[in-house]
């Protein structure tokens, strides 16, 4: 556990020069935000945290540490499962950043925050993030970030050409109206299966990035 905690900090010392990245994104969020909907920043600081949470892949790749990786006293299962730790725990802290954002702007602009839909796009903000990084870091894992960073965006259309063929050859809508009149009721349930399906997602991820790489060659 120690040594995935090592590479962990590892991940997170290669992207830390480039934090003024992600603030940039905060500012520009609360600044839509204060213009809109106080729950926005969630949305938005989720999204574009996706190409901040794979920066760690690029900048390994652009300084050459790859060979670091390899000297290390790190199996490469314990390297996969640092480098996704780090993805994980980068979309919960801005996750919480993005909330007290929320509370923050609602409270300046004097405009009351609906729980209701703050709590749903939590939970839409968080599983699109998780679905992102368990189709994107793998993708990283087989081509690199340098050949791969085209379909970065591919996990958006992935979700919406999946949407729109459930919606058009099965009774989706019909059925999200249905279960969507229970989480009104119980939104906190929402919360947490929204948080179970995205720790799910990045579990089976993990498991294909962790094939992928003990293959590859560092």
Request: charged residues 10%.
């Given at each position: 556990m120690n040594r995935i905690f090592?590479?962990?900090?590892?991940?997170?010392?290669?992207?830390?020069?480039?934090?003024?990245?992600?603030?940039?994104?905060?500012?520009?969020?609360?600044?839509l935000?204060?213009?809109?909907?106080?729950?926005?920043?969630?949305?938005?600081i989720m999204f574009f945290c996706v190409s901040f949470s794979g920066l760690v892949f690029s900048l390994i790749e652009k300084n050459k540490c790859e060979k670091l990786y390899g000297i290390l006293p790190v199996r490469r299962i314990e390297v996969v499962i640092g480098r996704y730790l780090y993805g994980f725990l980068t979309?919960?802290?801005?996750?919480?950043?993005?909330?007290?954002?929320?509370?923050?702007?609602?409270?300046?602009?004097?405009?009351?925050?609906?729980i209701l839909f703050l709590s749903f796009s939590i939970t839409i903000a968080l599983c699109y993030y998780s679905f992102a990084v368990s189709i994107s870091y793998p993708i990283f894992y087989k081509f690199s970030f340098s050949k791969s960073f085209m379909f970065i965006s591919l996990?958006?259309?992935?979700?919406?050409?999946?949407?729109?063929?459930?919606?058009?050859?099965?009774?989706l809508l019909d059925n999200v109206n249905l279960n969507l009149q229970y989480f009104v009721e119980h939104y906190y349930l929402f919360l947490l299966c929204g948080f179970v399906l995205s720790v799910f997602m990045l579990m089976v991820s993990a498991g294909v990035s962790y094939v992928i790489f003990r293959k590859s060659e560092l």
């Open positions: 090592q590479v962990l900090k590892l991940d997170y010392l290669t992207v830390k020069s480039s934090l003024s990245r992600i603030i940039m994104i905060y500012i520009i969020s609360i600044l935000g204060m213009s809109t909907q106080p729950f926005l920043p969630v949305i938005l979309g919960i802290i801005n996750l919480f950043i993005s909330i007290i954002f929320s509370f923050f702007i609602a409270a300046f602009t004097n405009q009351q925050i609906d996990p958006l259309y992935l979700l919406v050409i999946v949407l729109t063929l459930l919606a058009e050859k099965t009774n």
